[in-house]
């Protein structure tokens, strides 16, 4: 019984001691772990996202064809295509200039949510007009049927950079979308959720009004992942390394 004893305040001494250790250590160091769960899951996000836009290249068609064909209650179909301002330039320069002029508290992470975003678009924008695609909305005006979503991309550098009709690929409201979603939830982690909910429903407004195929809607959401990652690689949105305003 004795014996037992003394473990048991050995045990308790010892685990005292590692946690007055834990407490010690720098924040910095106690968040590592953290930050390279972050890192690893997006690649995985990333690597998932590329397998997915492959494979739903055989579907694309099939897919775009049911989603503009079904019949959304009314309520349900004006909140969809409402949530497109959280992906339109407008909406997101509204929404971000609003938070920062109320928010001084938090307004250096928010000017870092602004380079993510702007950054995940511009990224988007100059693939759109180096790979060519028309859009699910004007397959009807192509020079051919279009039986397969093979047969929907172009040439590669051709067609006019204004020719919006050519400019499926990949989907810029996606990837301005979900770019928001993850910049804001590093700002307000609590409304993480929200922010996923509004650029699911941004990502939908695109597909169900056929702006775009699924895979255009993958492929961009995949560019604002990795954004992100090279943001957050170079400390932008590292919590630890930003001093908000006073």
């Known amino acids: 019984m004795l014996a037992f004893s003394g ?25 590592m772990p953290h930050r390279q769960f972050r ?30 064909s079904i019949k959304i209650p009314g309520d349900l179909r004006k909140a969809i295509h409402l949530c497109e301002a ?5 909406g997101v320069v509204a929404i971000l200039g609003a938070l920062l002029m109320v928010d001084t508290k938090n307004r250096a992470k928010l000017v870092q949510v602004c380079v993510l975003v702007s950054i995940s678009g511009v990224a988007s924008n100059a693939a759109k007009y180096l790979i060519p695609r028309i859009r699910p909305h004007a397959m009807n005006k192509a020079p051919f049927p279009i039986q397969s979503g093979w047969e929907t991309w172009g040439v590669p550098g051709s067609g ?5 009709a050519l400019r499926s690929f990949p989907s ?18 609590r409304g993480r959720w ?17 702006a775009h195929f699924l895979s255009d809607i993958m492929a961009g959401s995949g560019i604002a992942i990795l954004t992100s990652l090279a943001v957050h ?8 390394a930003v001093k908000t305003a006073e």
């Open 233 to 240: 690689r170079y400390a932008f949105l590292d919590v630890s």
């Open 39 to 68: 890192t690893r899951t997006g690649w995985l996000s990333v690597i998932a996202l590329a397998l997915l836009v492959f494979i739903s290249l055989f579907w694309d068609l099939d897919i775009s064809r049911f989603a503009t």
């Open 160 to 164: 006019s950079w204004f020719e919006e």
């Open 194 to 210: 929200v922010f996923a909910i509004l650029a699911f429903m941004a990502c939908l407004q695109r597909l169900v009004s056929g």
């Open 7 to 31: 473990l048991l305040d050995f045990v308790n001494q010892t685990l005292s001691i590692q946690l007055m250790g834990l407490l010690k250590q720098p924040i910095t160091d106690l968040r």
């Open 172 to 189: 810029g409201h996606s990837a301005t979308a979900v770019a928001l979603a993850i910049g804001l939830s590093y700002v307000y982690p």
């Open 86 to 90: 959280f992906a339109h330039f407008s």
